[in-house]
């Protein structure tokens, strides 16, 4: 069977080998947590408890009435000591609330529905997700049970799940697939009942082998698929993903429902399974905390709202000078002004890059090389719109296609003038999003 | 109604005034255009048909002609003028003949449009002088960056072989339809 | 930790190591052997033509760019690629103050009045050739004879000019070799292309561009060739004569003023090959590869526009 | 009187530079191109252009007032056709071979822009004596240019200035400077010339660069 790609694409190097060999550790309990109340795409949380109340592990701290939106649960027993605006990894200040941890053994869990998706009804594990507060966590954190609630008029029939990884450095979901295999093929036969779908498949990147053993081995139980993908950034980008695993094509401006499939992460089955099975609410997740700044790269299973400082001390602290601090991968991970800032549901990785990695490079102008072309996923004129985007000329940008860019950050990868390709289109994107704005009003 | 009625009288009357400032400078002019554009005829034929001292325009096969003779009135050769299309433009000549008609005697460029300083330098002595003496039997030929063997070549101009060539052509166009073959 | 060394930037956090200096390096590299070929061919004046050249090409770069007051731009030696291609498609012996006159040109007119490097429409080097051929048509087509020769040795004129004019017809393997006469680098056909294996293997060069050039010369060429073989030469001799080589490998690969797509380089290339057969059989010129060059650089951006490549999820390029 | 005398010389001047037929308008660019290959035919297509645009700017202004609205144009062109016409037949007559030289361009100053331009933005509008410095001035501007021009174009590509030998054997005459594109180049690098002058005055002043 020939690998499954798409067209585009780049190689960067990949760095998995610095942590990919590193089980899963549980990261011991900070004092301190600090839980943002916006950690999804949608409406923020307001806060349901209030300062000096005690909580328990579990125990819904924030929620919204909005549809596209999803809980948050407390990630450990405590004292609410404040609710105040903190730096939020996303760049500003968000409403959070900071708890005190404390020794405490009682769980404020869900009730468990059972373990046999058979036995279950769609209808209530959706709710369970919903309740659960459980979101993608493969990095977007778009709320998982708006994902798994299609509009009546489209039929879904695939379900497609996650596990190329093709960020470089990372290996949360690498280990995920080791580790818990039961708990990821559970998951997803539990999506599969909500979604009603019969077809299963698992992708994953060709760079994982013994992964694609262990998944195989559990999900020919079920009659599930595993598609061997192409190592190739990006990969696991949704759209590049179904193309390349049903050779479907997600329309310009549409979701992967409007071609009949649902794409999820490893990572989020396993949540669906434990909400499901344990009733345990989302309020840890897997970490790779790994990059050349940093002394021992490994994996951790942290508690939501653990302060990066935290997970970076238990992986044997910092080494050499410190030049980047990176939430996620290196092609689409955000910067991070220092190390301060809590774990959320989308923290799929922190990366400590060393500052002899950035050394400093003109930015020059286009040389039409069309490197960029070659790699774009979904065949963009990186090179023009970058132009355009210098230019200033919103429009034309629009017209060349600027709202298709998946931000993937190839062009940029690639780019022998090191040009901001990248920035310079989500600046595109924005200014155009103003304009929309304006034009309504 | 008035409006228009000004408007042509006004317009008319710039016409007119016009007609005749231009009539009066043109009265003026004229003889001299004229003495102008005939001497430089006669400079031409005299130039290309040696020992000349009057003319006489004939026609013969469709072409204009001039018919020289000397001081005692024997003719002593003919000044035939012809023209046709060179690299840029229209090449306009006057190639002097032999009462034979079998040699050259004198070629002069009347008009030519072709790239100055390179096949403009058709007009040049040193490519006209080329001309002179040169039999037109069984037609003229050029050479390219080597010296002229038989008695009917010569040099093309280097860089310009296209104004060499077509001068050449017109020449032998011409003088073959004089000559009625 | 000190925060204030913390770098905060937009993804993506690492990039590739290629860069513009590497990719005219290589270039540079990749051209040494027929450089040096062409040294030993026509003798130790060419060196000199190569070293004046690339001096005036920075030295005029350098000019133009403290006037503008633009960001520094001679480390990227893309002057010196282009110092080095104009003297390669100049005649040997191309007196000292036109190699000159070409360079200053090359840069000045070729390329920084456009705004420098990326924004020039026309392949500057071939600019600076254009130039001269207007301004000194006698110099541009007087040629001397290669120091290891063939035939056409003899009256020192091009495998071209002796096919047009004289209807003689160049060994193919001097012309492979390049022992024949003709512009400084562009005689060795070998040299060129083992020197372009590596900017093919990078992908530096768009590969559609010479292949589409070498095909439609070939099928062209032998189309002609078939239908008078007295009259016109074999496609062979097509592919390997004057600056045929040099021009599809490193002259309408620059990548500045060819299409950004392969659809659009395939184009582009057909083009070319297309304008210098018929130029070479048709025209007043002997050769015509570097105006077919300059001619299609001229479509470049009209050729960009409508290959715009289908974007992902949309119906057709140009459904919006 | 002495704004009289500032705006008198002001209209006169400002063709040499602020207002500059070619630099500035880039008007007539038909003749200025195709004319310049020496410093002559540019005098000659200069003074042509003197002679027929002070004329005629002078005549429009005197009757500017008895000319409706609707038929100036015809009427402008009427004038300056006249005096185009005149022009051709005295170099005719007189100077056979520059008329030569110059071909088609002499009558072709009829439609040359700056002519109906001057006639229609200035003469048109002012009096008879303005009219005339402004005419006088843009000419003689329009003159100057391409001269230099010309000059430029002749040096380079003949080595001679006015027929005259400047630049010795040892530089080879540059035949695209004689072509078309040699014109243009000339052309450019004047008006980048003039624009980094320009600038340069301007920052001396201290004022803003920039559009």
């Known amino acids: 069977m020939g690998l499954f790609t798409f067209k585009g694409g780049v190689h960067p190097p990949y760095q998995k080998e610095l942590s990919s060999g590193r089980a899963i550790k549980t990261a011991p309990l900070p004092k301190q947590l600090i839980v943002p109340l916006s950690q999804h795409i949608g409406a923020p949380c307001n806060p349901t408890v209030s300062v000096g109340e005690t909580v328990k592990e579990g125990q819904v701290i924030g929620k919204s009435d909005a549809f596209v939106s999803a809980p948050i649960h407390s990630p450990v027993s405590g004292k609410i000591k404040k609710i105040e605006p903190v730096l939020h990894p996303l760049g500003k200040k968000v409403m959070s609330v900071i708890i005190d941890a404390q020794e405490d053994e009682e769980k404020a869990y869900l009730e468990p529905l059972g373990d046999d998706p058979e036995k279950l009804d769609g209808k209530a594990i959706l709710e369970r997700v919903r309740d659960a507060g459980i979101v993608g966590l493969g990095g977007a954190t778009f709320p998982t049970h708006v994902k798994f609630s299609p509009p009546k008029d489209k039929k879904i029939d695939t379900l497609i799940l996650n596990g190329c990884e093709c960020e470089p450095y990372l290996t949360a979901d690498h280990r995920l697939m080791l580790e818990r295999t039961t708990d990821i093929i559970l998951g997803a036969r539990m999506i599969a009942r909500i979604l009603n779908v019969d077809r299963i498949i698992i992708a994953i990147e060709d760079n994982k082998p013994d992964a694609i053993e262990k998944v195989r081995g559990e999900a020919s139980k079920y009659g599930i698929e595993v598609a061997v993908t192409h190592t190739k950034y990006p990969q696991g980008a949704e759209k590049m993903l179904i193309k390349a695993v049903i050779d479907r094509e997600v329309p310009s401006g549409g979701l992967p429902m409007d071609v009949g499939t649902v794409v999820s992460n490893v990572g989020t089955a396993v949540a669906v399974c434990e909400a499901v099975r344990d009733g345990k609410p989302l309020i840890e997740r897997v970490v790779t905390v790994t990059g050349n700044g940093v002394k021992e790269p490994s994996n951790f299973l942290a508690r939501i709202g653990t302060p990066m400082a935290h997970l970076v001390e238990q992986a044997g602290g910092t080494t050499g000078k410190l030049g980047k601090i990176i939430m996620g991968g290196p092609m689409m991970g955000l910067a991070q002004p220092s190390l301060d800032v809590p774990v959320i549901k989308g923290t799929s990785g922190i990366l400590l890059l060393q500052m002899e990695n950035y050394m400093k490079v003109d930015y020059r102008a286009c040389i039409k090389c069309s490197f960029c072309v070659r790699v774009c996923p979904v065949h963009l004129l990186p090179s023009t719109l970058s132009i355009i985007g210098e230019a200033q000329k919103w429009e034309l940008a629009e017209k060349y296609g600027v709202n298709d860019c998946i931000e993937c950050g190839s062009c940029a990868y690639v780019c022998p003038s090191k040009r901001p390709i990248v920035q310079l289109i989500k600046t595109t994107k924005a200014k155009l999003r103003e304009i929309k704005a304006m034009e309504k009003k | 109604m008035q409006n228009r009625a000004k408007m042509i009288i006004i317009l008319t009357l710039f016409a007119l005034v016009s007609g005749l400032v231009l009539s009066v400078v043109y009265l003026f002019s004229n003889p001299f255009i004229q003495k102008n554009m005939l001497a430089e005829q006669k400079k031409a034929i005299f130039a290309v048909v040696p020992n000349a001292n009057s003319y006489e325009e004939k026609e013969k096969n469709g072409l204009k002609y001039f018919e020289c003779k000397d001081s005692s009135g024997n003719v002593v050769g003919y000044a035939l003028p012809a023209k046709g299309n060179g690299y840029q433009g229209e090449i306009k000549l006057m190639i002097g003949l032999s009462p034979d008609l079998k040699t050259i005697t004198g070629l002069e460029v009347l008009e030519q449009v072709e790239t100055p300083g390179l096949g403009g330098r058709i007009s040049e002595e040193s490519f006209l002088n080329q001309f002179k003496g040169i039999k037109d039997e069984p037609q003229v030929e050029y050479v390219k960056n080597k010296k002229p063997e038989k008695p009917n070549q010569i040099k093309a101009i280097t860089g310009a072989t296209i104004s060499s060539r077509s001068v050449v052509a017109i020449i032998n166009k011409f003088i073959k339809q004089f000559k009625g073959e | 930790m000190e925060k204030a060394e913390i770098i905060v930037s937009t993804s993506p956090h690492i990039k590739s190591r290629e860069t513009v200096p590497r990719i005219m390096l290589s270039v540079i590299i990749t051209l040494l052997p027929a450089v040096a070929f062409s040294v030993y061919l026509f003798g130790i004046y060419v060196l000199f033509m190569y070293l004046v050249s690339i001096a005036t090409c920075l030295v005029s770069e350098y000019i133009v760019v403290k006037l503008r007051k633009r960001p520094f731009t001679l480390n990227d030696f893309s002057a010196v690629v282009t110092g080095i291609l104009l003297v390669m498609v100049l005649p040997p012996k191309f007196p000292m103050y036109g190699v000159v006159i070409g360079a200053f040109i090359a840069i000045v007119v070729g390329k920084q009045i456009f705004g420098g490097i990326g924004y020039n429409i026309f392949n500057p080097a071939l600019i600076g050739r254009a130039f001269l051929a207007a301004a000194y048509p006698v110099h541009i087509t007087s040629w001397i004879a290669p120091r290891i020769g063939s035939i056409s040795a003899v009256t020192g004129a091009t495998p071209l000019a002796a096919m047009k004019f004289s209807g003689v017809e160049t060994s193919l393997k001097a012309l492979f070799l390049g022992t024949v006469g003709g512009s400084v680098g562009e005689t060795s056909a070998l040299l060129l292309l083992i020197g372009s294996i590596y900017l093919f293997i990078k992908r530096y060069i768009k590969w559609q561009i010479p292949v589409s050039i070498f095909v439609t010369v070939f099928v062209l060429g032998e189309i002609f060739h078939l239908i008078n073989p007295v009259k016109y030469p074999g496609p062979i001799f097509h592919l390997l004569s004057g600056g045929l080589m040099i021009g599809a490998l490193y002259m309408a690969t620059d990548m500045v003023t060819s299409p950004l797509t392969g659809k659009g380089c395939v184009i582009f290339g057909a083009g070319i090959g297309f304008l210098v057969v018929i130029i070479r059989l048709f025209g007043g010129l002997p050769e015509g590869v570097m105006y077919s060059i300059l001619f299609m650089n001229a479509f470049v951006p009209l050729i960009n526009r409508v290959t715009r490549p289908r974007i992902f999820g949309t119906e057709a390029a140009h459904a919006k | ?211």
């Open chain 4, 1 to 211: 009187m002495a704004d009289d005398r500032r705006r008198s010389a002001y209209e006169l001047l400002k063709g040499f530079w602020t207002e500059n037929p070619i630099l500035v308008m880039v008007l007539g660019m038909c003749p200025t191109l195709a004319v310049t290959t020496s410093a002559i035919n540019g005098l000659t297509m200069g003074l042509a252009v003197v002679f027929v645009l002070t004329a005629s700017s002078v005549i429009i202004s005197l009757v500017r007032n008895i000319i409706p609205k609707e038929v100036r144009i015809p009427t402008f062109i009427v004038i300056i056709a006249t005096f185009v016409t005149m022009v051709d037949l005295f170099l005719k007559a007189f100077f056979l071979d520059l008329s030569k030289a110059l071909g088609p361009f002499i009558p072709l100053i009829v439609v040359n822009c700056i002519i109906l331009g001057r006639a229609e933005a200035f003469a048109s509008k002012n009096n008879v004596w303005l009219s005339f410095l402004d005419a006088l001035g843009v000419s003689l501007g329009f003159t100057v240019t391409l001269i230099f021009l010309g000059g430029v174009r002749e040096i380079l590509g003949m080595r001679t200035f006015f027929g005259m030998k400047v630049l010795g054997k040892g530089f080879e005459p540059m035949i695209i400077m004689l072509l078309p594109p040699g014109a243009f180049l000339t052309l450019g690098f004047m008006l980048g010339a003039k624009n980094l002058i320009d600038r340069k005055l301007k920052e001396k002043r201290g004022g803003k660069v920039g559009h």
